[in-house]
């Protein structure tokens, strides 16, 4: 079956810390990758996505992520995190043949501490 | 454009009791998905709907329905609902062509505490 991983469940940092969150999946075949965020009491947004090209994709906020296809993994990245990134994060799958399923990790919490 | 709609966005029903929820898609987008998210589970996937057809099906038991209407909106029903059934139920919309530029879009979600 398909699967998300996201290995850590909960991360805090201090603000100015750099901040990575990982993100394996299990499928072997062309898939578009997504990172949600979920600041408190918010709906669930787009950070970024990526579909092809260019596997370092840059998103809102200075936040960025690295697909590797051999790695299967999709990490997010934020060089210098703050305050206001406290929020939760889900990283996605959506395998290319399937078109319209999407498979997400459990989420991250984040917290980060001023 | 307006954003996804979902109704309610909190309530509070008993064991044993039905709840329907609703969902208005963004204008002009006609596919329609319904997930459960609950603490250290995710997202976990109930159905898809697209022109008034359900598309996929995720895991759950078959007190777990929905439909879609000819205007997109969708309304998903759980029967005899159970403790287990509280959590955040999230709607979401996309365009539903089958090409990779598709993403999704969510509502705020419907709450729901099961008693």
């Known amino acids: 079956a398909q699967s998300v991983s996201q290995h850590n469940h909960h991360v805090i940092l201090s603000e100015a810390a750099s901040l990575e969150l990982g993100c394996n999946y299990s499928y072997g075949g062309t898939v578009n990758l997504f990172w949600y965020v979920q600041y408190p009491g918010q709906h669930l947004q787009l950070l970024l996505k990526?579909?092809?090209?260019?596997?370092l994709v840059k998103g809102i906020k200075g936040f960025e992520a690295e697909f590797i296809k051999s790695k299967f993994s999709f990490n997010l990245r934020k060089p210098s995190v703050q305050w206001s990134d406290t929020a939760e994060y889900f990283c996605?799958?959506?395998?290319?043949?399937?078109?319209?399923?999407?498979?997400f990790g459990t989420g991250t919490s984040l917290t980060v501490i001023p | 454009k307006a954003g996804v709609t979902q109704t309610p966005r909190y309530l509070i029903k008993t064991r044993g009791q039905q709840v329907t929820l609703s969902c208005s898609p963004i204008s002009g987008h006609r596919s329609v998905s319904w997930y459960q998210q609950t603490p250290g589970q995710g997202l976990q996937f109930l159905f898809e709907?697209?022109?008034?057809?359900?598309?996929n099906k995720g895991n759950f038991p078959g007190r777990f329905s929905g439909r879609q209407f000819s205007n997109s909106r969708s309304e998903m029903n759980v029967s005899t609902l159970e403790l287990g059934d509280s959590a955040l139920y999230l709607c979401?919309?996309?365009?539903?062509?089958?090409?990779?530029?598709?993403?999704?879009?969510f509502g705020a979600g419907s709450r729901l505490t099961v008693l």
């Open positions: 996605a799958v959506n395998p290319r043949n399937t078109g319209n399923q999407f498979y």
């Open positions: 979401a919309s996309r365009d539903g062509g089958l090409s990779g530029a598709n993403v999704l879009t």
């Open positions: 709907y697209f022109s008034e057809t359900q598309r």
């Open positions: 990526y579909f092809s090209g260019d596997p």
